[in-house]
């Protein structure tokens, strides 16, 4: 059995990529943050659909717990699915905070790039050696880091690390590609998770506006996103690397 890692799969994007990769027959080792309920109920609906998941904690905004997260991983993918590599890897935990630049604190801005893109950067380096050659790697990052229009103000922040996160996936493409490992980010558009401190559920009269502004007509809902990171990082995408996949439903369209 092939094995993921999915990180940030408590809620949100990571909880379904989690879902549908499990759903394909692949082994889940999932991690959460400050939500363990969540990650349990993520092992709950793949053991309950017949998949095997185990779920482990992890702040990707602290590197220094990434040897040990690692060593773990080691122990789980022994003990559970007799194996010591792993196939797929999701750098998917995150959250978003919002701030124009003139409010921009120092403190601000260096949480969202520890968790953002440093956080990514290491955990990747050091899972490596456990990914198999052949593998995948997909790192979700955001339209706000690509669209040329409609820039939302205080969002400088948040996007910058995204866009240092797009061009990591290329560079991380190019030097894994000696290994055959495969790297990909997808780039949601306005989505209904729990971000921003579960912003749609606070502020639900954003919806309507969001929705007007693309094709579809909706927002974007976890699974519209997870079902592409699945296929991303299965043998259907076997041809696919250094690319950035918006997956908005037309926004800005």
């Not at 003139?102 to 950067?121: A, C, H, I, N, S």
């Not at 296929?231 to 690319?243: G, H, I, K, M, N």
């Amino acid at each position: 059995m092939k094995v993921a890692i999915v990180t940030g799969a408590s809620s949100g994007i990571g909880q379904s990529a989690a879902i549908e990769i499990a759903r394909r027959g692949v082994g889940v080792i999932l991690t959460y943050g400050n939500n363990p309920q969540g990650g349990k109920d993520t092992v709950a609906v793949i053991e309950k659909e017949g998949g095997t998941a185990v779920a482990l904690p992890l702040d990707v905004g602290e590197t220094g717990t990434f040897e040990g997260f690692r060593d773990t991983v080691a122990g789980v993918l022994r003990d559970t699915w007799q194996r010591d590599s792993f196939d797929y890897l999701v750098n998917n935990a995150g959250f978003a905070q919002t701030s124009l630049i003139e409010d921009t604190t120092e403190e601000m801005f260096d949480r969202l790039m520890r968790v953002l893109l440093k956080g990514p950067y290491f955990l990747t380096q050091k899972l490596l050696p456990l990914i198999t050659d052949g593998g995948a790697i997909v790192n979700t990052s955001s339209n706000s880091a690509s669209t040329a229009t409609g820039l939302e103000p205080g969002y400088s922040v948040y996007a910058g690390m995204k866009g240092g996160l797009d061009v990591l996936t290329r560079y991380m493409a190019k030097e894994f590609s000696g290994r055959g490992i495969r790297v990909n980010a997808v780039s949601p558009g306005a989505t209904r998770t729990r971000l921003g401190d579960d912003a749609f559920t606070r502020f639900p009269e954003v919806v309507p506006a969001l929705a007007a502004k693309t094709a579809f007509g909706r927002v974007g809902e976890p699974d519209d996103i997870g079902k592409m990171i699945a296929t991303l990082v299965s043998d259907e995408s076997r041809w696919v690397t250094a690319q950035n996949i918006e997956v908005s439903g037309g926004y800005n369209l």
